[in-house]
């Protein structure tokens, strides 16, 4: 879909950058972080942030500016953006533009919408360039919800290492379309991505962000990407990274978890769960 075809030469590498295009430019409209991508040649991997709180906070003319920057919204809707037009409308009118502008509310912080409307954009792109219809994507997307620290670490070094595990790089910081790449990218300018959720250390610091380190964080996936491209297994990376220790996840096997994290979760990923499946693992 995003990658070579090896039946007629052609190559569609380039949609990889329409999915991160699109990504980037949802994550400025919704109320939902990206915490880490990789988008490959045919699926993407997504770790994201809901904030509802922030989307309750938003006015009905935020709301509307948003919804408008990706849908047309309602005649209504349309003349409340509008100054001139706005004063014209009766009380009634702004009730059912407040009701309205609630419902596009929910959607700006709703997973569901917001990959819809992101494979829908990538589905109607490629079709229109292959002059074809029909559907383009194989089913409705699997989440995974991250239940603590340790799920939220082990799932974005999972995500960021998509590319090396699949052996279309070398490095973390070669590995086009992922969030690992902007991150060292930003890091060696003194910066963050603006796209990305922060990395800002620990929460207690009131800042809001990711819970760790930016350096510990990139220290663990780049040691971590070593040992996989070493073709080794069953490191156990406690003495590298303080995320680690400060997880948990030094009590576990850290190569089953960012190497085989999807197969070994169904619904949910967290310590407590990966603890228990490892003492199963052990004893069967």
Known sequence: MCGDDHYTGKSYEHRRQWVEDRLIALANVFSIDVCAYAVMSNHTH??????????LSWTTEEVLRRWHSLHKGTVLTQQYMQPTQRASLTETQITTI?????????RLYDISWFMRLLNEFIAREANKEDECTGRFWE?????????????????????????????????????????????????KLGLQPAFLKPLVGSYSHGLKGLPFNLADYLTLVDETARQISAGKSGYVLHNVSPILQRTGLSQLNWNSMVVGIETIFANSIGLSIAQRKL???RTG
Do not use: W
């Open 279 to 281: 003492a199963l693992s």
């Open 139 to 187: 089913g409705r997307f699997k989440s995974q919800a991250l239940l603590d620290e340790a799920a939220l670490a082990a799932c974005m070094a999972y995500v960021d290492l998509n590319p090396l595990r699949a052996g279309i790089s070398e490095t973390p910081e070669t590995s086009e379309f992922t969030s690992i790449k902007h991150r060292i990218e930003a890091a």
């Open 46 to 55: 997504l770790i994201l942030h809901v904030d509802r709180n922030e989307a």
């Open 98 to 106: 407040i009701s309205t502008a609630n419902v596009y509310r929910q």
